[in-house]
């Protein structure tokens, strides 16, 4: 199909393409979507928070979260770290109850040797043992979560950056007629200009 295209005051027509027509039409309106997205790009955020934590919040301009993002990580880093050491040393100590090693009783931690005294606690030193097991496993579920938060926080953000909030917005009481509910009274109306 071809479409015909005159210029004013000029007798003579140039046939353009409807093809070619809608290119030009897909390239001017990609510019205006571009141009907004090269201003401040949602996925650069998520990818940058993704890579390094509060990265995506620097990308946003949001600097007072980077603090909070790196206290909530380290933290559980830190507790990751502090259960994998116990269940390191408890599980030593269950081991050298466990195989009657008298030899290595010196060498468990001082605050786990009180429970080398008798063979009954071989159950206690198991249920130990396997709750640090327990709790390195939660220390990393949260570490991934706060991770994912982290990168939802600047995806959040990066979405809302664009979003503007005139300062035209008027919230008032109206006292009369209501052509929305159609009775009389007292309304609330919020204004936009």
């Known amino acids: 199909m071809q479409v015909v295209a005159q210029q004013k005051g000029d ?8 093809s070619q027509l809608n290119k030009i ?10 141009s907004v997205i090269k201003v401040h ?13 509060g990265w995506g919040q620097i990308y946003n301009k949001k600097y007072w979260k980077v603090p909070i993002v790196y206290a909530a990580l380290g933290t559980s880093a830190w507790v990751f770290f502090d259960n994998l050491k116990w269940y390191h040393r ?3 100590a269950f081991k050298v109850l466990y195989t009657k090693d008298s030899a290595n009783f010196p060498n468990v931690y001082k605050d786990l040797q009180p429970y080398l005294t008798s063979q009954q ?11 640090y097991r327990q709790y390195v496993d939660y220390s990393v579920l949260v570490f991934v ?6 990168v939802a926080d600047a995806a959040v953000d990066a979405h809302l950056k664009s979003f503007d909030v005139s300062p035209d917005l008027t919230l008032n009481f109206k006292v009369g007629h209501s052509e929305m509910a ?7 109306v919020l204004s936009f200009k």
Not at 25 to 34: M, P
Not at 41 to 53: C, D, E, F, L, V
Not at 145 to 150: C, D, S
Not at 182 to 188: E, F, Q, Y
């Open 11 to 18: 007798t003579l027509s140039k046939e353009v393409p409807v």
């Open 25 to 34: 039409a897909d390239t001017l309106n990609s510019k205006k979507v571009d």
């Open 41 to 53: 790009s949602p996925h650069k955020a998520i990818i940058r928070s993704a890579i390094i934590p």
């Open 90 to 92: 408890s599980r030593y």
């Open 121 to 131: 606690y071989v159950s206690g030193l198991r249920e130990l043992r396997d709750g």
């Open 145 to 150: 979560l706060l991770w994912g938060l982290n």
């Open 182 to 188: 159609n009775t009389n009274g007292v309304s609330l």
